[in-house]
C-alpha cells in the first residue's frame, strides 16, 4: 500500500485552500450578501442560492462520469483542475458585483452568476477529490492525506470566511463602499482560490497521465481500448450509461450510509453558516472586527484538531472517531441553544466546540468516501473513483440547496428585514435556533447514518486483501461481505 512523499501531500493539500476558500465565501456570504448589499428578498435569495447547489449536483455527476472516462497525457483527474482555475476566478469576482438595477434584472444576474460559479467548482472538487482516492489506498495514509488537506482547508477558510469581514470594515473605513468592498472581497478571494488550484495541479503528477509516441498521438490503453484524439469517450451512450452506473453504486448499503451522513451533518453546517453573521450581527450586536476575531478562533482551533484526529484514528477506526468528536458538538450546541448565552465568552466556547465536530467531519468522511472506491470495486468489479466520489460533491450540493433555501424561508417568515439595524424578537429567535439547536438536529441523523456504516478498518483490510486474491486470479468467497451492500 502506497505512501506519499511530502511533497505530493503539501500539493495536493494546497488545492484545499480554493476548495475551502470558494465553498465558505459561497456558503457563509452568498445569501448574506444578496439580503443586506445587493437588496435582494430574503426568499427569493434563498431560492437564487438553492438554484446554485441543484445546479452543482447536476454537474457534480456528469463531472464524476466524464473525468472517470477521461485520458490524457495528463491524466484523469489534472486536466480538469487546470481547466477550472481561470473560470472560478472570473466567476467569484462577478457574484460579489452589486447590480444597480431592478430586482427581475438582478434576479437573472445572480442566478447566472452562481450556477456559473457551481460549474466551475464541480469541474475542479470532483476531480479534485476523486484524485486523492486515486494517490494511495493506505488505510491511514489516506487519513493523513485528508490531514494535511484540513490545514489548507483552514487557510482557506481565513480566506474565505475571515477576510471578508476585515476588507469590508477596512475599505469602509478608508471611505470605500460596503459594495466596493465586498467587490474587491470576490476577486481577491477568486484570485487567490484559482491560483493556488493551478499551483496544485501543475506540481502534482497523476499516475494516469500517458506519453506521447513518436507521432504524437496518445498510447492506446494496454486492454486496446480507443480514445479520441481529445482523451475523452465518443458522446453516444452517455447520458444512459451515467444514470445505469450511478443506479448501481447507490444500490450498495455502504454508499447509501455515507451519503446520508454527509447530506445530513451538511445540512446543520450550512444552516449554521449562513446564520451565524446574521446571529453575530443581530443577535450579539458584535462589530465586524469582533466577528473576525471569532472567525479566526475557529480556524486556528479547526488546525489544532488536525494532529488530535489523525492520532487517535491510528487507535479506533474513522466512524467511531466521527461519532465521539460528532457527540461532543452536539451536546454544546443544545446547551448553548436552550441557554439562550450570547456572551462573548459563551460564543467562545461554543465555536472551539463546533471546531470538533467540523474538523472531524472534513477529515474523516472524505477519507470514507475514499475507502467507498474498494467497497464498489470489489462488489461491482469497476473502477469509478470519479463517480463514487462526485456522491460527496452531491452531498454537498443538496444539502446546500435544502439549507439555503430552508434558511431564505426562516429569515422570510420571521419578519428578518435586512435594512433594518434592529430586527424582532421572532427574528432574533429564529436566528439563535438557527444557530445551534437545528444543526444539532441534522448532526444526530448524520451520527445514525454513520453508526450504521459498515466499513470499519477491519472491514477495509478484509475488502483489500479480497481485492488483491482477485487480481491474482484466485477466487474470493463474498458471503463475508453481505452487509456491504
Not at 451512450?237 to 451515467?242: K, L, N, Q
Amino acid at each position: 500500500m502506497e505512501r506519499l512523499s511530502l511533497k505530493t501531500k503539501a500539493l495536493y493539500g494546497l488545492a484545499g485552500v480554493g476548495d475551502s476558500a470558494l465553498y465558505n465565501i459561497m456558503g457563509t456570504f452568498a445569501l448574506f450578501f444578496l439580503t443586506t448589499v445587493a437588496g435582494v428578498d430574503p426568499a427569493i435569495a434563498g431560492t437564487i442560492t438553492a438554484i446554485g447547489s441543484v445546479w452543482d449536483t447536476i454537474c457534480g455527476a456528469i463531472i464524476g462520469y466524464v473525468s472517470d472516462n477521461t485520458d490524457t497525457r495528463f491524466g484523469k483527474r489534472k486536466p480538469f483542475l487546470v481547466i477550472a482555475s481561470l473560470p472560478l476566478m472570473v466567476f467569484t469576482s462577478l457574484f460579489f458585483f452589486n447590480v444597480h438595477a431592478g430586482e427581475e434584472v438582478m434576479i437573472v444576474y445572480y442566478g447566472i452568476m452562481i450556477m456559473l460559479f457551481w460549474t466551475s467548482f464541480s469541474f475542479f472538487f470532483v476531480p479534485y477529490l476523486a484524485w486523492g482516492a486515486e494517490l494511495t489506498d493506505n488505510y491511514d495514509e489516506r487519513t493523513v492525506l485528508r490531514g494535511y488537506v484540513s490545514f489548507f482547508n483552514a487557510v482557506g477558510t481565513a480566506l474565505g470566511l475571515v477576510l471578508p469581514n476585515i476588507l469590508v470594515e477596512i475599505m469602509t473605513d478608508a471611505g470605500y463602499s460596503v459594495e466596493t468592498g465586498w467587490q474587491t472581497t470576490g476577486i481577491l478571494c477568486g484570485v487567490v482560490s484559482g491560483g493556488t488550484i493551478l499551483i496544485a495541479a501543475l506540481g502534482i503528477k497523476d499516475k494516469n497521465a500517458r506519453d506521447k509516441d513518436a507521432g504524437g498521438r496518445i498510447e492506446k490503453r494496454p486492454d486496446g481500448e480507443k480514445k479520441t484524439r481529445g482523451g475523452i469517450r465518443a458522446a453516444a451512450g452517455v447520458i444512459t450509461g451515467m444514470l445505469k452506473n450511478y443506479a448501481q453504486i447507490l444500490k450498495l448499503r455502504t454508499v447509501r450510509y455515507i451519503l446520508g451522513a454527509s447530506i445530513c451533518y451538511l445540512i446543520g453546517y450550512t444552516i449554521f453558516c449562513s446564520d451565524r453573521m446574521y446571529f453575530f450581527t443581530y443577535n450579539m450586536g458584535l462589530s465586524g472586527g469582533i466577528i473576525t476575531v471569532i472567525m479566526m478562533l475557529m480556524t486556528f482551533i479547526s488546525v489544532a484538531f488536525i494532529p488530535l484526529i489523525s492520532f487517535i484514528n491510528r487507535w479506533i477506526d474513522k466512524r467511531t472517531t466521527y461519532l465521539l468528536g460528532m457527540a461532543v458538538t452536539v451536546v454544546g450546541f443544545v446547551i448553548f441553544g436552550l441557554s439562550g448565552n450570547t456572551s462573548f465568552v459563551g460564543v467562545c466556547i461554543i465555536s472551539v466546540i463546533y471546531c470538533a465536530g467540523n474538523s472531524v467531519y472534513w477529515q474523516l468522511v472524505p477519507a470514507m468516501i475514499y475507502d467507498v472506491c474498494e467497497v464498489d470495486r470489489l462488489m461491482n468489479s469497476q473502477d469509478r473513483a470519479g463517480m463514487v466520489i462526485s456522491l460527496q460533491s452531491l452531498s454537498e450540493a443538496m444539502s446546500g440547496a435544502v439549507a439555503m433555501q430552508l434558511m431564505g424561508l426562516i429569515l422570510s417568515l420571521s419578519g428578518f428585514d435586512g435594512s433594518a439595524a434592529v430586527q424582532s424578537g421572532t427574528a432574533l429567535q429564529w436566528t439563535g435556533y438557527s444557530f445551534t439547536l437545528i444543526p444539532a438536529l441534522f448532526m444526530v441523523l448524520s451520527m445514525i447514518c454513520i453508526f450504521r456504516y459498515p466499513v470499519t478498518k477491519a472491514m477495509y483490510h478484509k475488502v483489500l486483501a479480497a481485492l488483491e486474491r482477485r487480481d491474482r486470479g484466485e477466487d474470493v468467497d463474498m458471503s463475508g461481505f453481505r452487509k456491504l451492500r
